[in-house]
């Protein structure tokens, strides 16, 4: 099997944050995102969603959706837990990734894709209007995550989850842009630092 990624991106890091995690090592194949090897018509023949990543299997089948490549890994390799190990930790679990991507990591993705000079070949045309609005629903839902970590050590609980991964890999990609835990919220700064000293932090975001 064969992950088809490119390095430090934000999906392309919570798939590799959640092997290092499981203790996984897999072949990689990089893909030049920012010379548009994605947009090629032979990847697009390759991965449904003609993004990165996509896992291919031996037998061929190929699962794109990085949430979609670590349910197969957390299927596969059932320890440790990252998606929930009783009916309502996996409830929990969902709400929380599904909350935390679309909530937090897309609003933060659109701001960059819609505003940032580097994102045009990405998102062709930018509406910038859109992109600014997406800044301060971003801001409003880290100091939201804050108050929600007061009296937590991870997004759902006591235990780390793809939930994490996810808030993680998007708050630490996006950085340049600016986000960050602000002064005034210590709890996701805690949360922040404790996620960036584990060692599959450093796996993901390794320079
Ligand atoms: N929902 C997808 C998003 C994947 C995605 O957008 N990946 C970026 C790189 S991190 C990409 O392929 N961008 C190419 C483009 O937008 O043209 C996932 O979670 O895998």
């Known amino acids: 099997m064969k992950l088809l990624t ?7 890091a919570r798939v590799d944050f959640f092997l290092a995690e499981k203790g996984i090592d897999i072949e990689r194949e990089q893909v030049a995102l920012m010379k548009g090897e994605h947009k090629s018509p032979e990847y697009r023949a390759r991965v449904p969603n003609g993004r990165i990543p996509a896992l291919e299997l031996d037998d ?4 794109c959706e990085s949430i979609a490549i670590c349910r197969y890994f957390e299927a596969s390799h059932p320890t440790p837990t990252l ?7 996996q409830a929990q679990v969902e709400m929380w990734q599904r909350m935390m991507e679309l909530e937090l990591f897309m609003p933060m993705a659109m701001s960059y894709r819609h505003t940032h000079e580097t994102a045009k070949l990405l998102e062709n045309p930018q509406f910038s209007d859109f992109g600014e609005k997406q800044r301060s629903v971003t801001e409003s839902r880290l100091r939201r995550l804050d108050r929600e970590l007061a009296d ?11 939930a994490d991964i996810t808030a993680y ?19 996701l700064r ?3 630092d404790s ?7 450093q796996a993901a975001f390794a320079e």
Request: aromatic share 14%; glycine share 8%.
């Open 6 to 12: 490119t390095n430090k991106t934000p999906s392309a």
């Open 60 to 63: 061929g089948t190929v699962i």
């Open 83 to 89: 998606f929930g190990d009783t009916p309502i930790a």
């Open 152 to 162: 937590k050590d991870f997004i759902t609980g006591n235990a780390l989850s793809v």
């Open 169 to 187: 890999c998007g708050l630490r990609f996006f950085r340049f842009m600016g986000y960050k835990p602000a002064d005034d919220q210590p709890n």
């Open 190 to 192: 805690r949360w922040f």
């Open 195 to 201: 996620m960036a000293e584990r060692p599959a932090a």
